[in-house]
Nanobody, 120 residues
């Protein structure tokens, strides 16, 4: 069983920056993809950014050029640097880990979410 711990959310003014962190602990064989999703009231959860274990990444069009995802495999941690934040970026941000266990079973696990508020 793994544990996912997110941190770094908060309240900023438009144009501001935040850095989210997500640390994964517990026993597993491999963690290929790690990523961030977000969900705001009345909307479906949407992908923000994903990064694979070898570093390839992808972003939602709405955040390209403003957000940057990175990971430290030695620390089992993924980061999301968010710059030039806009009111429409406000949401609960969730970390997702794509886990592979020793005998090949794969599953996705999610963090509890961290709130990001962008307002003046």
């Amino acid at each position: 069983q793994i544990q996912i711990s997110e941190s770094g959310g908060g309240s900023v003014q438009p144009g501001g920056s935040l850095r989210l962190s997500c640390a994964v602990s517990g026993s597993f064989y491999k963690m290929y993809g790690m990523g961030w999703y977000r969900q705001s009231p009345g909307k479906e959860r949407e992908l923000v950014a994903m990064i694979q274990d070898r570093g390839s990444s992808s972003y939602a069009e709405s955040v390209k050029g403003r957000f940057s995802i990175s990971r430290d495999n030695s620390k089992k941690t993924v980061y999301l640097q968010m710059n030039s934040l806009r009111p429409e970026d406000a949401a609960v941000y969730y970390c997702k880990a794509e886990i592979t266990e020793k005998y090949g079973h794969t599953y996705d696990d999610w963090g509890q979410g961290t709130q990001v508020t962008v307002s003046s």
